[in-house]
Nanobody, 126 residues
Framework: QVQLVESGGGSVQAGGSLRLSCTAS????????MGWFRQAPGKEREGVAA?????????YYSDSVKGRFTVSHDNAEKVLYLNMNTLQPEDTATYYC??????????????????WGQGTQVTVSS
């Protein structure tokens, strides 16, 4: 049974930084997709960053976070990270980690992701 557990959310002022972590356990091996999605109150869930854990393709970012966020994956520890810099109030949302055995990371199609974490709250104040 695959489980994803996020950590690292919190409250920061605009311009600050946070690092989210997502630890995966269970039957995920080899090359698979992992991504970060977020959902703000009253808005649809949107893809933020995604990566193939086996490499072979650059990580993909939404336009809203490109240049500010960096996604990475520690294959040995099965931990997905999201380094978030220059945070803005519009980044306030619940952030979810997701994993898929197969996906196209540049589509940010949530339907492709079979496994989801419980979410971690990020709040950015102005």
């Amino acid at each position: 049974q695959v489980q994803l557990v996020e950590s690292g959310g919190g409250s920061v002022q605009a311009g600050g930084s946070l690092r989210l972590s997502c630890t995966a356990s269970g039957g995920l091996y080899g090359n698979f997709c992992m991504g970060w999605f977020r959902q703000a109150p009253g808005k649809e869930r949107e893809g933020v960053a995604a990566i193939y854990t086996g490499g072979g393709h650059n990580p993909y970012y939404s336009d809203s976070v490109k240049g500010r966020f960096t996604v990475s994956h520690d294959n040995a520890e099965k931990v997905l990270y999201l380094n978030m810099n220059t945070l803005q109030p519009e980044d306030t949302a619940t952030y979810y980690c997701a994993a898929a055995r197969q996906c196209l990371i540049w589509t940010f199609d949530a339907r492709e992701y079979e496994y989801w974490g419980q979410g971690t709250q990020v709040t950015v104040s102005s």
